[in-house]
T-cell receptor, first 111, second 115 residues
Framework: DAKTTQPNSMESNEEEPVHLPCNHS???????IHWYRQLPSQGPEYVIH???SNVNNRMASLAIAEDRKSSTLILHRATLRDAAVYYC????????????FGSGTQLTVLP | DTEVTQTPKHLVMGMTNKKSLKCEQH?????MYWYKQKAKKPPELMFV???????INESVPSRFSPECPNSSLLNLHLHALQPEDSALYLC??????????????FGPGTRLLVL
């Protein structure tokens, strides 16, 4: 799977939007962009995924650049419970099934 | 039910002990995974089972022995571990789909300390 690059850490104020960036300049045309997060002392949990179009679900929105070389996870109103490590992962159909985690972004939410 | 359960939550064992970690899911998923996560690091894959058969072993030492007795259960048998094996052991499952949108569901992990 292609490599992703994320900032090591970000801070946000509670109840403000958070934009978490991910660069994936070597993405192939069939790679899906997945986001998972890991809250303290828990296993990772799925957040959202997309291929080309922007996606929304109850947890977050995913904005994908037109050239697909970058994407942004958007938390519309950060809460203290959103403090976690956020991982951006590329998945290719038919490739190995495991998730290859990068170092992720540690999000701190300030009250 | 989208839950993956793992037992025990915590485990302390000596280097000569034999212990087992257990993972269970009832989502009908036919792929199950073991990951290992050291402190402040991302999870790393250990094993993948597809249709109860071992499909990937990421060159894991033989002191870790996985077992998939049925489609809902995954075990990790531990024997003669080293202190550096202390870590969080995560189990995950997923439906076997051909698309890239397949998502994995993780358990809370077993925190293992080897003395």
């Amino acid at each position: 799977d292609a490599k992703t690059t994320q900032p090591n850490s970000m801070e946000s104020n509670e109840e403000e939007p958070v934009h978490l960036p991910c660069n994936h300049s070597t993405i192939s045309g069939t790679d899906y962009i997945h986001w998972y997060r890991q809250l303290p002392s828990q296993g990772p949990e799925y957040v959202i995924h997309g291929l080309t179009s922007n996606v929304n679900n109850r947890m977050a929105s995913l904005a994908i650049a037109e050239d697909r070389k970058s994407s942004t996870l958007i938390l519309h109103r950060a809460t203290l419970r959103d403090a976690a490590v956020y991982y951006c992962i590329l998945r290719r159909p038919g490739s190995a099934r495991q998730l290859t985690f990068g170092s992720g972004t540690q999000l701190t939410v300030l009250p | 039910d989208t839950e993956v359960t793992q037992t025990p939550k915590h485990l302390v064992m000596g280097m000569t002990n034999k212990k087992s970690l257990k993972c269970e899911q009832h989502m009908g998923h036919r792929a199950m995974y073991w990951y290992k996560q050291k402190a402040k690091k991302p999870p790393e894959l250990m094993f993948v089972y597809s249709y109860e058969k071992l499909s990937i072993n990421e060159s894991v030492p033989s002191r870790f022995s996985p077992e998939c007795p049925n489609s809902s259960l995954l075990n990790l048998h531990l024997h003669a571990l080293q202190p550096e094996d202390s870590a969080l052991y995560l189990c995950a499952s997923s439906a076997l789909t051909s698309g890239g949108g397949e998502t994995q569901y993780f358990g809370p992990g077993t925190r293992l300390l080897v003395l």
